[in-house]
Each structure stands twice: as structure tokens, then as C-alpha cells.
């Protein structure tokens, strides 16, 4: 409460025409261990008018989670004399590895097809370019095949009913993280939208960290990537002898 009132002196002093936003989040860094079956994040803050006062009824409040980007490369399947194998294919330089999107009534409602575009809001208007040169048409496959594929896998969302307001200056939506989300620095970025227009914004950063022995494989391919796979397959010829030795039906 005394952060709201210094930031309204603020505003009232220096005579700010948009408004603040004041966000936080339920956990700046997420521990993942051994049996982590993912985990809900609370994004939450306030949004006061140029005046200091109440502005939640004048403005749409749309959250955005993104994950480190990292390159992918997505094959297309085509099905050839009764086999499946790869056809088409295209690299993406930079891509979210968790994108997630929430707002209090859909997106095309709050902001334009161009805004929207500026801005990444919604799962239609992420920036996929990929970095081979391909005609739009099939750059529109891809992308939207690359989006579908993130959403199934839990890695991607969008929820049009998840920011609700309170008391017209406090906002709060949640966001589940899955348990295969990587590991990095994720930003939330909070945007005030007025009439069509991004007014505000504001970021908080969440930590996602892998600790015990979670962190000790991760390290182990990382750095020894050779060792890791010759004792990824020493273990399976192990295992598989062992069950032959064992489990052979008499």
C-alpha cells in the first residue's frame, strides 16, 4: 500500500499522462528436481491512471510469459509408397521454447491485426521467420505447423479468460509451466492497452533452474556430450542384457 501511494505522489508531481504498472510474479526463480511435474505462476501487480487514481475499467491488461529462444529445425512428413519420411524442411533461428499469453476477453477485441503483430500478442501473431528463403505460402505452413506442434506439447497457450481485475487497480492472472519447460531466464512482460493502443508496460523475470542430480546429467551432456551418449549406450546394452539374462521364459 505505501508503494501504490509513493508511485501516485509520483505520477501527480511529474504530471505522467500514462498510466503505471506496477507488476510482480509469484516466483522469481523455479527450482526444477527430480519428479517436477511443472508449476502455476502467478503474475499479479496494479495499474494506476496518469492521476494516481483507480484505471483498471480504462484499460485491457494482457500477460505475456516467454522462455529462452533457441533454433529448431522443423521437417515436414510426407507418406511415399506407404512410408513416412521427411520431405520439407526449414530452420528457425530464434524461437520461444514456452510462450504463453493471458488477457480478460480476446485479443482481436483489444488490439488490431498490426498492434498485435508489434507486439506478439497472441499465438497468431508470434514472429516465426524462419532463416531459409521459402515462399510465404509455405513459410505460413510451417509456422503455423510450428505453433500447433508447441501447443500440443503444453509449450504454448493462450487463455482469453485468464486476467481478472480487483477493485479496478488490481490485476492477477496464472500460467502453468509444464514439466518439460527449459531451463533459463523467462520474462512476463504486463501490457496496458487503451482504445487499440499500448499505453504501458512492464517486466518481471522468472529463473528456471535445474538443481540436484537433475542438474548434474544436464552438466554431464553438456560439457561431455561423447561420454554422455557412450554411457547412454553402454547402459542400454547393460539393461537389455541383463533382462535377457534374467527374464528369459524357461
Known amino acids: 500500500m505505501k508503494r501504490l501511494l509513493a508511485l501516485s505522489a509520483l505520477l501527480l508531481l511529474t504530471g505522467a499522462r500514462d498510466p503505471i504498472l506496477v507488476p510482480d510474479v509469484s516466483q522469481h526463480e ?19 491512471s496518469p492521476e494516481g487514481t483507480r484505471a483498471g475499467q480504462d484499460y485491457d ?12 529445425v522443423l521437417r515436414q512428413k510426407k507418406r511415399v509408397a506407404g512410408v513416412w519420411i521427411n520431405a520439407d524442411r526449414t530452420t528457425y533461428r530464434s524461437v520461444p521454447s514456452f510462450y504463453a499469453v493471458a488477457s480478460a476477453r480476446p485479443i482481436k477485441d483489444i488490439v488490431d491485426d498490426r498492434t498485435a503483430a508489434i507486439y506478439e500478442l497472441g499465438l497468431g501473431a508470434l514472429q516465426l521467420s524462419p532463416s531459409d528463403s521459402i515462399d510465404p505460402a509455405a513459410q505460413m505452413r510451417f509456422s503455423s505447423g510450428l505453433v500447433d506442434l508447441m501447443t500440443r506439447n503444453g509449450l504454448y497457450s493462450q487463455d482469453e479468460h485468464a486476467v481478472s481485475v480487483t477493485g479496478q487497480v488490481l490485476y492477477q492472472a496464472r500460467i502453468f509451466l509444464p514439466s518439460q519447460v527449459e531451463t533459463g531466464s ?42 554422455y551418449g557412450l554411457l547412454a549406450v553402454t547402459i542400454s546394452v547393460a539393461m537389455g542384457w541383463i533382462a535377457g539374462r534374467f527374464f528369459t521364459p524357461a
Request: hydrophobic share 50%; no cysteine; glycine share 8%.
Open 30 to 48: 523455479i527450482q526444477v528436481r527430480q519428479g517436477f511435474n511443472g508449476t502455476s505462476l502467478l503474475l499479479f501487480g496494479a495499474i494506476l
Open 186 to 227: 523467462y520474462t512476463a512482460e504486463t501490457f496496458a492497452i487503451s482504445h487499440g493502443r499500448v499505453v504501458a508496460s512492464a517486466i518481471s523475470r522468472v529463473e528456471v533452474r535445474k538443481l540436484g542430480l537433475d542438474l548434474a546429467i544436464a552438466d554431464f551432456a553438456q560439457h561431455s556430450a561423447f561420454l
Open 61 to 72: 491488461i494482457v500477460v505475456v510469459v516467454e522462455g529462452p529462444t533457441r533454433p529448431i
